[in-house]
């Protein structure tokens, strides 16, 4: 247990549904962040949150909106998804932007129909 | 953009052999991290290198950093079933963790 809960842990939709991710951490961290993981990918960093507020966007397709209404919990919104979406989903968080260690949730693992 | 190569992407060995992966970057590294993600689970992180030349150990796993900061190993000796999984180098971007490919661990009891 890392500190890092992610809720679902499982996702199947369709690629005109709506969903919400959901991650939260118990450790008191500033900074928070999304990555994506594909097979036979690295990971993916999508998003980063320092602070609340959003000081990164590796280029992902709008589809993918994320929200951090406060520095425990951090969302990841979905619409509109494509079956290439499809991976596993994974939340982390370290104590500042700049610090390196990062503690993992358990993921989502997502799959779009 | 900045890529840590590493190497090789799978290894299958026999319980109680060693085994190495490679972690490699065409620029010098400030640090490297390396992280565990057993099958179906998430990365742990294991440790972290930041002196050229540094080599720490945990029980069976040995780390080190070349002395030239732009490649690192990590080496399991005497694998166990235990030891299973994929494990990944990082390194650190602006402001970010970019991740190597993987090597993903697999044991014959």
């Known amino acids: 247990e890392t500190g890092v809960t992610q809720t679902p842990r499982h996702l199947v939709m369709g690629m005109t549904n709506k969903k919400s991710l959901k991650c939260e951490q118990h450790?008191?961290?500033?900074?928070m962040y999304w990555y994506k993981q594909s097979a036979k990918k690295p990971l993916e960093l999508m998003f980063v949150?320092?602070?609340?507020?959003?000081?990164e966007n590796n280029s992902v397709p709008s589809r993918f909106s994320p929200e951090c209404p406060n520095s425990s919990h951090l969302f990841l919104h979905l619409h509109t998804l494509q079956p290439e979406d499809s991976a596993l989903y994974l939340c982390?968080?370290?104590?500042?932007?700049?610090?390196?260690?990062?503690?993992f949730g358990p993921g989502t693992r997502l799959t779009v129909l | 953009g900045q890529q840590v190569m590493q190497i090789p992407q799978y290894q299958h060995v026999q319980e109680g052999e060693d085994f190495t992966t490679y972690c490699n970057s065409s620029t010098t590294l400030s640090n490297i991290q390396w992280y565990k993600q057993r099958p179906g689970g998430h990365p742990v992180f294991l440790i972290q290198?930041?002196?050229?030349?540094e080599v720490k150990k945990q029980k069976r796993l040995t780390f080190q950093f070349g002395e030239a900061k732009k490649n690192s190993s990590l080496h399991i000796t005497a694998t166990q079933t235990t030891d299973v999984g994929t494990y990944f180098c990082?390194?650190?971007?602006?402001?970010?963790?970019?991740f190597g490919q993987g090597t993903r661990l697999t044991i014959n009891p």
């Open positions: 290198l930041v002196k050229s030349g």
């Open positions: 450790l008191g961290h500033n900074a």
């Open positions: 949150y320092s602070l609340e507020e959003r000081v």
């Open positions: 982390a968080s370290s104590q500042d932007r700049g610090q390196i260690k990062q503690f």
């Open positions: 990082a390194q650190q971007g602006a402001q970010k963790l970019v």
